[in-house]
Nanobody
């Protein structure tokens, strides 16, 4: 599976962005998907995830109520709608695919996109 993330950019605090991740291959619908982020000088962290069927989604406490993850298995895409952005949301955002059991642990993810930069100005 190859993943291509897009949609990052510069936005003012309080604004919104929508990230998209397109996957190649015919097995996308069998993967749990996650969004992670890495800010300068910090470790990569879980942001949001969604199970293969789309029935269940999960969020880090820091983004709960502001971010929404969704997927369309007919289009091999997973999206992250980010509202009420804060300067602390500034990071490179990565989408990732997990073949195994659902997990928030980045080590459980098998495939990664190249990342897209989100910058939130105050």
């Amino acid at each position: 599976v190859q993943l291509q993330a897009s949609g990052g950019g510069l936005v003012q605090a309080g604004g919104s962005l929508r990230l998209s991740c397109v996957a190649s291959g015919r097995t996308f619908s069998t993967y749990h998907m996650g969004w992670f982020r890495q800010a300068p000088g910090k470790e990569r962290e879980f942001v949001a995830g969604i199970t293969w069927s789309g029935d269940n989604s999960f969020y880090a406490d820091s983004v709960k109520g502001r971010f929404t993850i969704s997927r369309d298995n007919t289009k091999n895409t997973v999206n992250l709608q980010m509202n009420s952005l804060k300067p602390e949301d500034t990071a490179v955002y990565y989408c990732a695919a997990n073949r195994g059991s659902w997990s928030r642990n980045l080590r459980e993810y098998d495939y990664w996109g190249q990342g897209t930069l989100v910058t939130v100005s105050s």
